[in-house]
């Protein structure tokens, strides 16, 4: 069993609808959830930040964790052509901990 | 945020080669890292680059395959030694940034290797 769990997509919607990313994972040690957006044929840019669970909004955007259900989600509100892109999911702990990635799940938002 | 340049963007090599990819930080920092992303799987790292020291390799990842250098506290460089075309791949470099009040990464743009 992978550490981190991530439905690679892709996965295409309207724009103007609201999108559902999620992550499971195993390690129960994780303490930081992140989520980045990687457009093509660049860099991973971080866009959520969160310590421990609860939820997190930004914008158009809402981070959530459950630690309970090892279960973090990214949801996008009034989701626009520009959010098509990958988005990976990453998680550490203190101490030292290894950042550990998921695979991405390519986001298509349709005009 | 930091903001890290990578060079080469991309390149084409023949198998056998090496290539070296430089990667350059606008501030100074304690450690980089070095990742390969290959299609549709996560971000994996190499090895995490301190200066004045041996870089730390993972698993999988040796120091003959994969050299690193890191000479100062904003510059570090990967080869790609003896290539094969197993080696095509996205190969970025990060640092340790903050961010919410806790530990982050910041990735540069990654430089896109094909091996043929």
């Known amino acids: 069993q992978k550490e981190v769990e991530q439905d690679p997509g892709p996965l295409s919607v309207p724009e103007g609808a609201i999108v559902s990313l999620n992550c499971t994972y195993s390690?129960?040690?994780?303490?930081?959830f992140m989520w980045y957006r990687q457009y093509s044929r660049k860099g991973p840019e971080l866009l959520m930040y969160t310590y421990s669970s609860g939820n997190k909004e930004d914008g158009r955007f809402t981070a959530q964790v459950d630690k309970s259900s090892k279960y973090i989600s990214l949801f996008i509100r009034d989701s626009q052509p520009s959010d098509s892109a990958t988005y990976l999911c990453?998680?550490?702990?203190?101490?030292?901990?290894?950042?550990?990635f998921g695979a991405g799940t390519r986001l298509f938002v349709k005009a | 945020s930091a903001v890290i340049s990578q060079k080469p963007s991309r390149d084409i090599c023949q198998r056998g080669t090496s290539l070296t990819i430089q990667c350059q930080v606008d501030?100074?920092?304690?450690?980089m890292f070095w990742y390969r992303q290959q299609p549709g799987q996560s971000l994996t790292l190499i090895a995490t680059?301190?200066?004045?020291?041996?870089?730390?390799?993972e698993s999988g990842f040796v120091i003959d395959k994969f050299p690193i250098s890191r000479p100062n506290l904003t510059f570090s460089t990967l080869t790609v030694s003896n290539m094969s075309p197993e080696d095509s791949s996205i190969y970025l470099c990060s640092v340790d940034g903050l961010a919410g009040g806790g530990e982050t990464q910041y990735f540069g743009p990654g430089t896109r290797l094909l091996v043929l």
């Open positions: 501030s100074q920092v304690t450690m």
């Open positions: 680059a301190n200066q004045g020291s041996e870089a730390t390799y």
């Open positions: 990453a998680m550490s702990g203190t101490g030292g901990f290894k950042t550990i």
């Open positions: 390690n129960s040690a994780f303490q930081y």
